[in-house]
């Protein structure tokens, strides 16, 4: 998983945890306290919304099947993000009398901290399945990149193959024309040797007739 990612994600769980804790101290009080408070909320929510806005953009720039993984649990946090938002205007909208403070001081810091805590356990569970499934990415990426690595060096064992049977080919090509060259060799060669057999030939035919004639002079001498 993207380490600035995480980094982001870290940030946003303790922003989170801390303007949840704020809107509930807000829903307490009554007059400037609360605007004061209020406004810190919504500083924080502005804060929160581009910290989302970050990690979209990071998990957006990954790889598809780590992007699906973030995306998912990016959704998560704009849920507790829009949860906030939502507490943000009701505290907002509300004003609360002395006696509804009353119960809320005995009764409403309780109901938010187990709110809170809720939302809190959900989004760890969630985390805790998030991360499951990035290991199980990691190590699919892990297989990949093996499976990348021992194609690239069948690649490399196939390209060796066929330089050497090339070079073989280039070889058998030399030979090739060396067996032409020889041919034509001795195709002359035995030209010449039917040349001089006809030659030979002449010059024994002409001696035996110069024999046969010396032999009749003679004999007709």
Do not use: W
Not at 163 to 176: C, E, K, R
């Amino acid at each position: 998983m993207s380490e600035v990612f995480e980094s982001y994600e870290r940030q946003y769980c303790e922003l989170s945890a801390n303007l949840s804790k704020k809107c509930t101290s807000a829903s307490l009080v009554d007059g400037e306290q609360k605007k004061q408070k209020l406004s810190e909320v919504k500083a924080g929510l502005d804060d929160a919304e581009s910290l989302i806005r970050k990690m979209d953009m990071e998990a957006r720039s990954l790889q598809p099947n780590v992007k699906a993984v973030l995306l998912s649990k990016l959704r998560e946090y704009k849920s507790d993000l829009n949860n906030l938002k939502s507490e943000v205007k009701r505290i907002s909208s509300t004003n609360l009398n002395a006696a509804a403070r009353d119960d809320l001081l005995e009764s409403g810091m309780a109901d938010a901290q187990m709110v809170s805590e809720d939302q809190r356990g959900r989004l760890l569970m969630s985390t805790e399945r998030l991360n499951k499934s990035s290991d199980r990415v990691r190590e699919s990426r892990r297989t990949m990149l093996e499976t990348e690595e021992l194609g690239v060096s069948i690649l490399h064992d196939l390209h060796q193959q066929r330089q050497s049977l090339l070079h073989a080919n280039n070889t058998l090509h030399g030979v090739d024309d060396n067996i032409s060259k020889s041919k034509k060799v001795l195709t002359a060669m035995s030209k010449r040797m039917s040349r001089n057999k006809y030659i030979i030939g002449s010059v024994v035919a002409v001696l035996v007739l110069a024999i046969i004639l010396i032999l009749y002079f003679k004999l007709k001498n």
